[in-house]
């Protein structure tokens, strides 16, 4: 990524104190762009402020609480005034079978896939300057029929269409709306939410075997993904962009 288009750039990126996040957000602020960055867990909030130090605005901030959200807007207002990108990266996957899912696993998902990142969005959208950039963190489960993901691909798809319509509806402020669906990504929890270290080990062997490049994404390939929609990207709006390895697209490797 050029830091000359960068610098000088004000963003904000929700769920940025691990992983995928994380990568986006020190890669802006290496670039020398200022940054707001949330995360609900304190204990994370305390060590990427202690990790970005100055060069990061660190807040706690609940994306499934409607009142964290109202609060975050004020903050990014009296800390940034008007921002030329907003990712928004929260997500949780919490997988389970369909006969297992309860109406709270169902309601946690979805606030926070679906509804915080729709009412995210449209808290911050005033700040966000004409000429800007939305991108929502979605994941290949967006259109893919995966057995033991029906909340969690529901709830991606939705994130889908909502980008899809702010996409259209924003025309006229020129901000594009765009979204990036990873694959099996190396994160810290893997993306599944309470998982113990020897099932995020199988669930990482699972996606070496399924993903056509054989290996999982890093969060700086994920990263310079966000970043290309959010800066370079100048004629893309309403697109999915998957950085997948492969996996969404139905690659046969050449026979022996």
Do not use: C, W
Not at 77 to 96: P, S
Not at 167 to 186: H, K, M, Q, T, W
Not at 193 to 207: L, V
Request: negative net charge; aromatic residues 6%; glycine residues 10%.
């Amino acid at each position: 990524m050029d830091h000359d288009t960068i610098t000088n750039k004000k963003a904000v990126v929700i769920g940025g104190t691990h992983g995928m996040g994380l990568a986006v957000a020190e890669a802006l602020a290496d670039g020398g762009a200022e940054v707001l960055v949330t995360g609900r867990d304190q204990r994370n909030v305390d060590a990427v402020r202690a990790k970005l130090f100055s060069r990061a605005h660190v807040v706690q901030s609940d994306i499934s609480d409607m009142a964290d959200i109202v609060t975050l807007g004020a903050e990014v207002g009296q800390k940034l005034g008007q921002i030329d990108f907003l990712h928004i990266n929260a997500g949780v996957a919490n997988l389970q079978p369909v006969e297992r899912v309860t109406e709270d696993s169902y309601d946690y998902a979805f606030n926070i896939n679906a509804k915080g990142a729709f009412f995210t969005a449209q808290r911050l959208l005033p700040l966000i300057r004409d000429g800007g950039a939305i991108i929502f963190t979605s994941s290949v489960a967006d259109e893919s029929g995966t057995a033991g993901m029906s909340v969690y691909s529901g709830s991606k798809a939705a994130l889908r269409a909502f980008a899809k319509v702010l996409a259209a509806e924003l025309l006229p402020r020129r901000i594009r709306v765009n979204v990036v669906s990873p694959g099996f990504i190396d994160t810290p929890t893997m993306g599944v939410a309470g998982a113990s270290a020897e099932e995020r080990a199988a669930f990482m062997r699972i996606g070496d075997a399924v993903t056509p490049m054989k290996r999982h994404g890093t969060v700086e390939e994920v990263a310079r993904a966000v970043l290309f929609l959010a800066l370079d990207a100048t004629f893309t709006t309403g697109a999915r962009l998957t950085v997948d390895g492969g996996l969404g697209q139905d690659l046969s490797p050449v026979p022996a």
